[in-house]
């Protein structure tokens, strides 16, 4: 039998690559992956956070990572504002209001983006961020695909900030640099994780 790997915790390169790969054996799993997206995506809805927020900021998962289309549902029959992110040049990215999945196309390496006659949302402080992320750690850091643009847009965002995230995937603590952003909320298929801004590098936080 092969040793159990056990991820390198002080290599963002090799963290990246590590949970990369564990992603894709779990999508090769279909119901199983089902089944936690689905109880991801129901944990944040029945969160107070998503309650109390006027719009949501929405991501459309590849294959690999944790599905948000109920999400979306739930919110539009809510009554919420829902956006999905574009990137510009330069590294930026905004966010265009959606009215249903419909007004999603292929964009870049095929991932789905608004239609170019969205409207661009701007967010305000009842807006939920929702990211993507490969794991996060205790303190609300998250580990994304390398490309920073919400580290970025997170630097000047007001609202609350939720990664949605396999329990299997969240490590004790993730290298971090200056630039990158904790998350308020940390939604796994276990649990919710909620970090408090003045004190997200404690391990004192509430587990519900």
Request: net charge neutral; proline share 6%.
């Amino acid at each position: 039998m092969n040793a159990v790997k056990t991820p390198p915790l002080k290599d963002k390169q090799a963290l990246r690559a590590f949970f990369t790969e564990k992603r894709r054996i779990l999508a090769k799993d279909r119901e199983r992956k089902r089944q936690l997206d689905m109880e991801i995506q129901s944990r944040l809805i029945l969160s107070p956070e998503y309650r109390s927020a006027d719009a949501l900021l929405l991501y459309a998962a590849r294959d690999f990572e944790v599905a948000t289309l109920s999400i979306l549902y739930a919110a539009l029959a809510n009554g919420k504002t829902v956006a999905y992110p574009r990137c510009e040049e330069g590294g930026e990215m905004i966010f265009c209001a959606v009215t249903s999945p419909a007004d999603l196309i292929p964009g870049r390496f095929g991932i789905l983006v608004p239609r170019q006659d969205c409207p661009v949302f701007i967010p305000d402080e009842r807006t939920l961020c929702v990211c993507p992320a490969l794991c996060c750690d205790m303190s609300g850091y998250r580990l994304g695909f390398g490309g920073g643009y919400y580290d970025r847009f997170l630097s000047g965002f007001g609202g609350v900030s939720a990664a949605l995230c396999y329990s299997e995937a969240l490590i004790p603590m993730l290298v971090h640099n200056d630039h990158d952003i904790p998350m308020r909320l940390i939604v796994t298929d276990s649990f919710i994780r909620h970090i408090q801004s003045a004190d997200a590098l404690s391990p004192e936080t509430k587990l519900r």
